[in-house]
């Protein structure tokens, strides 16, 4: 199987709150990782990665998370955040994202990545990422190619 | 002068984000409240409540805020917030809060109210609504009235 | 039955974070509103009212939070929130909560209350608070008298 | 001069909140982050480095998080959280960051690194860590050694 991964299939589109900034006046940083979080539960969502999570207590865990802040969001704002699956392991994958400012003519403001690891939560370890599942990633990292 | 006041005149639209939830599986109580702050905020911006803030150090504090929750909300749901002025005294004032949830139709899930009051920063105490102030506020009240 | 409640039998200590600030340089109204709920939690697991709530999916919501700010609280600080149930009826419950900051010696800064509903969440409406409930709450609330 | 530094200095203690935990039931992710950054400032406050921010307009900013999760916490617990300066360039340094669980006995739950930089926020370029600073983290990460 080619994998062609790394498209940036998904792109949500988040009100920035006032109460989202810390006492330095700026968006605290770990808002950055919550709107990351939620385009990465948008993505799941489209690929149907927690459709397993209710019956089979089958889902993705997050191990890792990084970000990169590149310059500071103010209220008011809209962000718009994309993501991507970039590479599958055999039970894990690497997510990426990029958040853009719209109040500043859609100025990138932060990178992040993250590394999620499909996991049986009945006994908490590792288990493979599913044929299925598998190719409805890969369809949805190419469906929105040109 | 006669005030027309709690005609909703601002009304913000915020996405809600998987994050917000809680281990019940629903939007989280104080969520609300910071949607409620996100619309209080565009309200002072629009009348200019926050324009001597660094002038002058005047500028509103929140007294006391009181929320009642008629329905849960679950991600993925927009909420549109409506917020107006409904009265105002020598130094405070009273706002009103209701929250709609699109995905279920526009339903109101949530209203709220909080008590303001001007404050000089420099000495701690409270100060008089000022005309100007009073003035934009009534006219902003009255200016989306058919 | 003779109640006697609103007696304050539990209390936690809160160590208050750094980006619980907001813009303004002091902990944000939202914040106070998890304590409150952190202090309510505590309550609800020593009295057992969530309990039933795996095994009948029969627990408490919250229908709605009301607190009056009455001093600011800013990093570093630790605060202590007291609670109790001040009021029961046949479903509904209020329970009233105080907040302390350590920093300055123990003062008051917040007050606030809630009002709780049982509730059947296989059904979505209310259901009576068991007396089994009800005499624990009241034993909680007896036990710490001196 | 030699640098002896990465000799965790600085604990702190933080109680985790009901609030915490998302819809999966643990703690979510950038609710560490958090605790990192509450470290992270008392580290910050222990060494002086905000000492020339309200004077100067020189101070920190965050450049870079990362996070490795290594086992979900609950409420409730209490964290701990150690943090240290590991590396300094001329205007960057690099912390690190360790959290256990009480509730655990003391699990290492999470490590954490960040990248941050000295900034003249006047004029929004990097500036070099003083020799002043320099030797005051130097001190606080000697200071603690057996």
Same mark, same amino acid.
């Given at each position: 199987m080619v994998e062609n991964l790394g498209n940036w299939p998904i792109s949500i589109e988040i009100t920035v709150q006032w109460? $989202? %900034?810390d006492a330095l006046k700026h968006v605290n940083n770990t808002v950055f990782l919550t709107w990351m979080e939620t385009a990465r539960m948008a993505y799941f969502e489209e690929c149907g %990665? %927690? $459709?397993?999570?209710?019956?089979?207590?089958?889902g993705p865990i997050l191990a890792a998370i990084k970000a990169d802040f590149l310059a500071p969001v103010v209220y008011p704002d809209t962000v718009v955040v994309h993501t991507t699956i970039s590479k599958m392991g055999r039970s894990s994958f690497e997510m990426a994202y990029k958040i853009m400012s719209s109040a500043n003519g859609?100025?990138?403001v932060a990178t992040g990545s993250a590394t999620g690891v499909m996991c049986d939560y009945s006994t908490g370890s590792s288990t493979p990422i599913s044929e299925n599942l598998r190719a409805r990633i890969t369809d949805l990292e190419w469906a929105r190619l040109p």
């Open positions: 109460g $989202d %900034m %990665m %927690m $459709d397993t999570f209710e019956s089979e207590k089958i859609g100025e990138l």
